[in-house]
């Protein structure tokens, strides 16, 4: 079985200075892991994931994620923060066991971004 | 379709009435997914779908859910006799295989009084 512990519930951070959310994860195989953000009254999108390849991956919006398997952590950056990245971000990891490709979900982290 | 669409987007219910939520996928997309998301929390894996067979139900909460797919395309979850502990947002995913990348549909807002 698997679980994601995301470390803050909350993150607030000021315009033009650089994010971190952290990330957290157990699994039983070689996983694959994820972030999602979630805007207000919006879907769910996928920010970026890690499948095994190179440990440090980038995403859409200026995201990059950190793959340390030493550390069982998948940290979420970006350089600089813009009020449009106030969100709710979720560390996902995939279970390929019964269930396809089920995915685990973090308990979310909520990012607050001031002027 | 452009994405994953749910109906109804909101609905509100009284304690003890069935409701039936409804997941159209993308067209094309042979798997799928329903998770609920309880207010401030993460989202909970409920059942996937290969197909038209369910062969992982071990998410569903209760023998009061159940959930089947037609045609290989549209997926209705059901939840009979609701309990207000039932209230959460229930959203569905679709991926082009099962291992494939899941899309996320904008979720049902299930509130049952």
């Known amino acids: 079985a698997q679980s994601v512990t995301q470390l803050d519930s909350h993150v607030s951070v000021s315009e033009g200075t650089p994010v971190l959310l952290r990330c957290n994860y157990s699994s039983s195989y070689s996983p694959s892991l994820f972030w999602y953000v979630q805007h207000p009254n919006k879907g769910l999108q996928l920010l970026l994931k890690?499948?095994?390849?190179?440990?440090l991956v980038k995403g859409i919006n200026g995201f990059e994620a950190e793959f340390k398997k030493s550390e069982t952590s998948f940290h979420l950056t970006k350089p600089s923060a813009h009020m449009s990245d106030a969100a709710e971000y979720f560390c996902v990891v995939s279970d390929r066991g019964n269930a396809g490709n089920m995915l685990t979900f973090g308990g979310g982290t909520r990012l607050m971004v001031k002027p | 379709g452009a994405g994953v669409s749910q109906s109804p987007s909101n609905k509100v219910t009284e304690k003890g009435k069935d409701v039936e939520l409804r997941c159209d996928p993308i067209?094309?997309?042979?798997?799928l997914y329903w998770y609920r998301q309880r207010l401030g929390q993460g989202l909970e894996f409920l059942i996937y779908f290969q197909g038209n067979s369910a062969p992982d139900k071990s998410g569903l909460p209760s023998d009061r859910f159940s959930a089947e797919r037609t045609g290989e395309s549209v997926s209705t979850l059901t939840i009979q006799r609701t309990q207000q502990e039932d209230s959460a947002v229930y959203l569905c995913?679709?991926?082009?295989?099962?291992?494939?990348?899941?899309?996320f549909g904008p979720g049902t807002r299930l509130t049952v009084l």
């Open positions: 890690y499948t095994s390849a190179a440990t």
């Open positions: 067209s094309g997309h042979t798997a």
């Open positions: 995913a679709s991926s082009q295989t099962s291992i494939g990348e899941q899309f």
